[in-house]
Structure formats: structure tokens, C-alpha cells
């Protein structure tokens, strides 16, 4: 598979197994793929180049949490154009209209309910990948 994104793809999580499941299936699929534990380690990567293209993002994380990530990528300068997918069980659990709201003002991509479906995280991922720099985020359940 020929991935159309210029740099790694990083995931965000703080479970070790489903980090290294989620890593494992992407580099299957032929991603280049990032891994942080926390949201401290998730900004250093973000401040590295070559820059991730996306970020797989769990919300409950230790250190630093994901909405504080979402929130210091709003604030940088070249940061939100990176998209984000939330992967988080308690946030697909949203409402539709609370998480249109959040979609638009941390620029979200789309949120997946753990375990995801490998093969809508990859539709999706692709789906990203072609979308032109942007363009308006859809924030599917």
C-alpha cells in the first residue's frame, strides 16, 4: 500500500498493548509509524522533524492529557494542520452536537470508538491523507 502522507503517523496511547497493536497493523498496512506514552511525549514528537502527518489520539493519558495536547496544537504555529483522530471510547460517546463543537474548535479530524475497526481507521486514515491541508474536518462516530 502507497501511503499519501509525507511523515509518520503517531499514536498517542497509553496502554501498551493496544500502543504496539495499533502500531504493528499500520506498519503492516505500510505506514511509518511514531509511538509516545503521554501527551509530553506526543508534543516533543510533534516539534521533530520529519513532522507526523497524523495523530492517533487517546484522551486519557498520564502526564499530560489529550485534551491538553489538542489544546497546545490550537496554540502552535504550524501545528493544526496536523489532523487528529480522537481514539477514545469516552469521547465517541458525545453527543453529536458537543462533538461537532469540539471537532471544530481543536480542529478533529474524526473520533473512533476503541477497539476500532481496523479497516475504517485505515479508509479514514487514507481519506486524510488525500484530503487538501484545510479543508473542513468531518468528525464521524
Do not use: W
Request: net charge negative; proline share 7%; hydrophobic share 45%.
Amino acid at each position: 500500500m502507497s501511503s499519501g502522507l509525507s511523515g509518520p503517523i503517531l499514536i498517542v496511547e497509553d496502554d501498551g498493548d493496544i500502543r504496539e497493536a495499533l502500531q504493528a497493523f499500520l506498519e503492516m498496512e505500510g505506514y511509518e509509524v511514531l509511538t509516545a506514552r503521554h501527551g509530553r511525549e506526543a508534543l516533543q514528537h510533534l516539534h521533530r522533524q520529519p513532522r507526523p502527518s497524523l495523530i492517533l489520539l487517546d484522551m486519557a493519558l498520564p502526564v499530560m492529557d489529550g485534551h491538553r495536547v489538542l489544546a497546545a496544537r490550537k496554540e502552535t504555529d504550524g501545528l493544526q494542520e496536523v489532523p487528529a483522530i480522537i481514539l477514545s471510547a469516552g469521547m465517541s460517546a458525545m453527543n453529536p452536537r458537543d462533538r461537532a463543537l469540539y471537532a471544530a474548535n481543536y480542529n478533529v479530524s474524526a473520533f473512533l470508538k476503541k477497539p476500532a475497526d481496523p479497516k475504517q481507521l485505515v479508509d479514514l486514515i487514507e481519506r486524510l491523507a488525500l484530503r487538501p491541508a484545510g479543508d473542513s474536518a468531518s468528525a464521524p462516530a
